[in-house]
């Protein structure tokens, strides 16, 4: 039996997008904005692969993110494993449809992700309310993009992964 | 039964086991991860920096030539005025040299500019940080001051191949000595977390009761000696409001900062001449 590789094709597509996003939050330094796509990385594998690929991806996805980020190692994975794990736990027993609602839970999924940053990252400053303000601007923002981005990502994700499919087929026969 | 239970645990269960190994992992380990990764995505930001770099040539290359010769005849009249500044500067070196040796104080210290290109901006809520095209071969090191042509830029936070990130001046974790122009009394600097559409801001401590700001007439706040890696006098912010700080004794206030920060294309990394210098901002 030949090992699946496809995950990385799936992992490669999240590396495209944490780029890009990279390259537009670089643009947007002087409106001090930040956007945050954290749950397509999490949510895309579900769709394709099994679950412990889809974990292993996601870990490598919040690694590469975490190595560019002034944080400490292991944030973004912990979070992204965390919510893997928890989308995965819900869809398994509660019988969470993620194709039904895909646009629903992804804009739910980063919004709790970038408020668990918000959490962590905050320290003092979780007092103010400014610091909310801001926040949730950020947020939006961040939702307003996912929003337009998400369903093209995932039809990228899908097209990359059909491809490998095809080639594996291609090498095995 | 049980065994379905536990079944339907298992994303818990890895999750568990990740961070188990995880926690007993030992630092080097994460270290060379850490780096390896950064390593892996410096090139594309690279990449990206140089065809924004060729973009504007080809811009440039669409002047007409009697633009270009506008420009150089301005830079040439540039050039003689600061070839008159090099000379005066020559003769106030000299003259400080001349006052070090006869009141017996420790020399200046003298940097080498090392001129990076900007190839990544990444501003948050939490952090503010740049990525620069110049690394460990071309000596740049932890620690060591950034300027532009208009102030402090920051000081470089981590180095690595041939990229260096530099915490910027207005991130919450910047602390450095300042003072104000003309009064050499030092003052506590420290960046803020930055609203979104407005300039990023800093704040100040320590701040004697006597220095009086308002709105009509800010202070120019400037970098000072004191704090090792920065010479003395370069432009950090202005400050037009202060009030009683928390001890009773000293005064706080806000500091505004140039906006031009967070649009840098081209930075200046200082390298002190002396290498025991270098050997003290690295420890």
Redesign the interface.
């Known amino acids: 039996m030949k090992y699946d590789y496809r995950w990385l094709v799936i992992v490669f597509g999240n590396v495209i997008l944490m ?1 890009l996003c ?2 537009l ?2 643009g947007l ?6 956007l945050f796509l954290g749950a397509l990385f999490v949510i895309t594998p579900m769709f394709f692969l099994n ?2 690929q889809g ?1 292993l991806c996601v ?1 490598l996805t919040g ?2 993110l ?6 400490v ?2 944030l973004h ?2 979070l992204f ?2 919510t ?3 989308l ?2 819900l869809v ?2 509660y019988h969470l449809s993620l194709t039904q609602n895909r646009s629903l839970i992804i804009q739910i999924t980063n919004i709790v992700l970038y408020l668990a ?2 959490i962590i ?2 320290g003092s ?1 979780m007092l103010k309310l ?2 909310w303000g ?2 949730f ?2 947020i939006a923002v961040s939702s307003f993009v996912l929003f337009v981005v998400g369903a093209w990502f995932l039809s990228l994700q899908e097209s990359i992964y059909n491809w490998a499919s095809k080639e594996k087929s291609v090498l095995h026969d | 039964m049980a065994k379905k239970n536990i079944f339907l645990l298992k994303p818990w269960f890895v999750l568990g086991i990740f961070i188990l190994i995880w926690a007993t992992l030992p630092y080097f380990v994460k270290t060379f991860t850490r780096k390896a990764f950064y390593e892996f995505q410096a090139p594309f930001w690279q990449v990206n920096s140089h065809a924004s770099d060729l973009q504007s040539f080809w811009a440039m290359r669409s002047h007409t030539k009697n633009e270009l010769i506008e420009v150089c005849r301005d830079l040439a009249r540039l050039n003689s005025a600061y070839e008159l500044k090099l000379q005066e500067n020559a003769s106030l070196k000299h003259e400080i040299m001349r006052l070090e040796h006869s009141l017996e104080l420790p020399p200046l210290v003298d940097f080498r500019y090392e001129i990076a290109r900007v190839c990544r901006r990444d501003v948050s809520l939490w952090w503010q940080q740049i990525v620069i095209r110049k690394g460990k071969r071309d000596g740049i090191f932890p620690g060591a001051a950034v300027v532009y042509s208009g102030g402090v830029v920051g000081k470089v936070k981590e180095v690595f191949n041939s990229t260096s990130t530099v915490e910027l001046v207005s991130s919450p974790k910047f602390r450095v000595a300042t003072h104000f122009e003309g009064d050499d009394r030092p003052v506590t600097y420290q960046g803020e977390i930055n609203t979104s559409f407005s300039n990023p801001i800093g704040s100040i401590q320590n701040v004697p009761e006597d220095i009086v700001v308002s709105v009509d007439s800010p202070k120019k706040l400037v970098s000072s000696r004191l704090g090792g890696v920065f010479p003395d006098g370069l432009f950090v912010g202005w400050v037009d409001s202060l009030e009683r700080g928390f001890d009773g004794m000293f005064m706080r206030g806000n500091v505004t900062l140039e906006n031009n920060l967070l649009k840098l294309d081209e930075v200046a990394v200082l390298i002190p001449m002396d290498k025991e210098l270098i050997d003290e901002v690295r420890l």
């Open positions: 780029l990279q390259l939050n670089s330094t002087n409106l001090s904005l930040y679950f412990f974990f870990l690694l590469l975490d190595a560019s980020s002034p944080v190692f292991g994975t912990f494993g965390a893997y794990a928890t995965y736990f398994e027993n940053m918000g990252l905050g400053h400014w610091y801001v926040l601007y950020n």
